[in-house]
């Protein structure tokens, strides 16, 4: 197994904490761009999320996830209950406590269904929110994170690479977003549905951008070359993406907004995420700049294209950033950063850019169908969506009972 390193446990324990600070930093991304009368519900999603896959994790995701394998697809009860994780490390994390490990990796458990919250804000009842969630994470997230990082995991053996969670996390949520979007359908428009505090999303995107080094280099899982590489290409591709996006707004509009810079920051964050343990620094900024430019043309004209009401665009920035990030991984990865992945096609290689299509095809395909699954499931037990006169109210009043701001705004 391995011995206990206490900078690598300090090193972690830090990471794990700077993912968790994530999901409070997304429900101020969030609740900035929704109206002022959906502030407190929107925020409810992430905070609940934190809540609910807390407790599910340690009674169940996590032996779904890492404990044992069956036929590639999923894990088994060994863990239950957390029975057997303790202070001495496990195979997955030679040099940390196995404990430990469990906890950064329910981080990701976590912040992946408060990502898909951005699709339907402003139309969900949260009982059935709390039960999708609950039920998500057991038959969607759990299996995935099992194939791709799972021993025994199939597209583990089969080679893909995903660093830090392209696939796991942005993919199947920004897809299973996609999904509740079309089937919920389009929101009542009102009188304006502006962002109703830009600086409160502002804010919320520089603590995705802080926490990110946690969610990225952490998952290098010690003090090494690879989680410095990390560090770097995670900043890298976040600061190019932020350039792409303002200078398309810039070209389409005249004009290069706040809101735009932190989305552009976002969605470079999201493209690197499946790379950054794998790629150059000059790899990232490619990466980040592209993936600036494709989820700026997402979520300004693929929505409107097609016409389905990605509120708060977790999709277009999640699932197209993601897809993008899993293709570059197979573009420009290198063992010359490291040793443990494999040479892209840059370098060589044909055999990983198969195997990344094939893991993003599978999980697109395994997200969408459960997703939809378990909306009309829960749709026979209970609404998923308010009322017309509930949506006029706002959900702070009508589902949670109370207002962010009063007489005070």
Not at 200 to 218: E, P, R, Y
Request: aromatic share 12%; hydrophobic share 50%.
């Amino acid at each position: 197994m391995g011995n206990i390193n206490g900078a690598d446990t300090a090193f972690l324990i830090f990471c794990t904490a700077l993912v968790l600070l994530m999901t409070p930093g997304l429900a101020l991304f969030y609740g900035g761009m929704v109206r002022r009368k959906n502030v407190l519900s929107t925020t409810m999603h992430s905070y609940s999320a934190m809540a609910v896959i807390s407790i599910q994790w340690i009674l169940i995701g996590y032996s779904f996830a890492f404990g044992g394998n069956h036929f590639g697809i999923i894990g088994d009860f060994s863990f239950l209950g957390l029975k057997g994780v303790g202070f001495a490390p496990s195979a997955y994390a030679p040099t940390i406590p196995a404990q430990l490990f469990m906890m950064y990796q329910m981080m990701f458990a976590i912040i992946t269904p408060a990502l898909i919250s951005g699709a339907f804000a402003e139309r969900i009842k949260f009982p059935a929110f709390l039960l999708f969630i609950l039920l998500w994470s057991t038959l969607v997230y759990d299996p995935i994170a099992h194939w791709v990082w799972g021993a025994g995991g199939w597209i583990n053996k089969m080679g893909a690479l995903d660093f830090a969670g392209g696939s796991v996390v942005h993919i199947s949520s920004g897809v299973s977003a996609l999904v509740l979007a079309i089937i919920l359908g389009k929101r009542k428009k009102g009188d304006s549905m502006a962002p109703h505090h830009i600086p409160m999303t502002v804010l919320g995107a520089g603590l995705l951008w802080f926490g990110w080094f946690g969610f990225n280099s952490g998952s290098a899982l010690g003090i090494n070359s690879v989680a410095i590489n990390a560090f770097l290409t995670t900043n890298t591709s976040a600061a190019a993406a932020a350039l792409s996006w303002m200078l398309l707004e810039y070209l389409y509009s005249k004009k290069t907004s706040v809101l735009g810079l932190a989305s552009g920051a976002v969605a470079g964050l999201v493209s690197i995420t499946p790379a950054a343990g794998y790629v150059s620094p000059m790899a990232a900024i490619i990466i980040g700049f592209v993936g600036g430019a494709i989820c700026y043309l997402s979520v300004t004209q693929l929505k409107k294209r097609f016409g389905y009401d990605d509120a708060l665009d977790a999709f277009g920035c999640h699932g197209i950033g993601g897809t993008w990030g899993g293709i570059a991984t197979g573009i420009f990865a290198w063992k010359g950063i490291n040793g443990n992945g494999a040479n892209g096609l840059l370098h060589g290689g044909t055999h990983l850019i198969i195997a990344q299509i094939i893991s993003i095809i599978a999980v697109y395909v395994y997200a969408a169908l459960m997703t939809f699954l378990l909306v009309k499931g829960i749709g026979l037990f209970m609404k998923f969506r308010v009322s017309e006169e509930d949506e006029r109210t706002g959900l702070d009043i009508a589902q949670q009972g109370e207002e962010a701001y009063g007489q005070f705004y």
